[in-house]
């Protein structure tokens, strides 16, 4: 656990760099007619038992495809999840046939919807580490890749780009 206070001591260093240089990490994937880009997730704080992982997935293709598991060696276990609205409350639960990617379109995975749940974390994810994900899909097929991790409370890459001082100073 001592790596995690040193990542803590060194949280406000790294993001005053982060926000000079801009995202500094980012990459895409191709698996069949599928292009996978944004693909991150959070640093944890200590014992934390889960972590959320996102990114975005473009069907250039004629059918539709679908996500159907995640694996990842740093978790005991990794469930697709949603997000959805209950009597005024969000809550989270297995999206029970995956994650559907219509011909022609794009599905992105956010903390406030569809995500990649890490459960049964190992030691946590620290910030600038990659995570290492194999994504199965229903057609496509499955594809090893990794995740970015933000810094705790990131709002995400596209948003960082989007209006990032914004989002970065109501983090803190
Ligand atoms: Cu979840």
């Known amino acids: 656990m001592s790596r995690h206070i040193f990542f803590a001591a060194a949280l406000a260093a790294l993001a005053l760099v982060a926000g000079i240089a801009g995202p500094a990490?980012?990459?895409s994937i191709k698996v069949g007619s599928?292009?996978?880009?944004?693909?991150w997730t959070r640093a944890t704080p200590p014992n934390a038992p889960t972590a959320g992982g996102y990114l975005t997935i473009e069907n250039a293709g004629d059918e539709p495809d679908r996500l159907v598991s995640a694996t990842s060696p740093l978790a005991g276990r990794v469930e697709l999840h949603q997000m959805s609205?209950?009597?005024g409350t969000m809550i989270m639960r297995p999206a029970e046939n995956g994650?559907?990617?219509?011909?022609?379109?794009?599905?992105?995975?956010?903390?406030?919807?569809?995500?990649?749940m890490f459960m049964?974390?190992?030691?946590?994810?620290?910030?600038?580490?990659k995570v290492p994900v194999v994504l199965t899909?229903?057609?496509?097929?499955?594809?090893?890749?990794?995740?970015?991790v933000q810094a705790i409370g990131s709002p995400g890459p596209a948003?960082?780009?989007d209006h990032g001082a914004d989002e970065q100073g109501a983090a803190q």
């Open 137 to 148: 899909f229903e057609k496509a097929g499955s594809v090893e890749t990794f995740l970015h």
């Open 159 to 161: 948003a960082e780009m």
């Open 99 to 116: 994650i559907e990617i219509p011909a022609g379109q794009t599905v992105t995975l956010a903390p406030s919807g569809f995500h990649i």
């Open 34 to 39: 599928l292009t996978i880009t944004d693909l």
């Open 25 to 27: 990490s980012a990459h």
């Open 85 to 87: 609205m209950k009597d």
């Open 120 to 129: 049964e974390l190992k030691d946590g994810f620290a910030e600038g580490e």
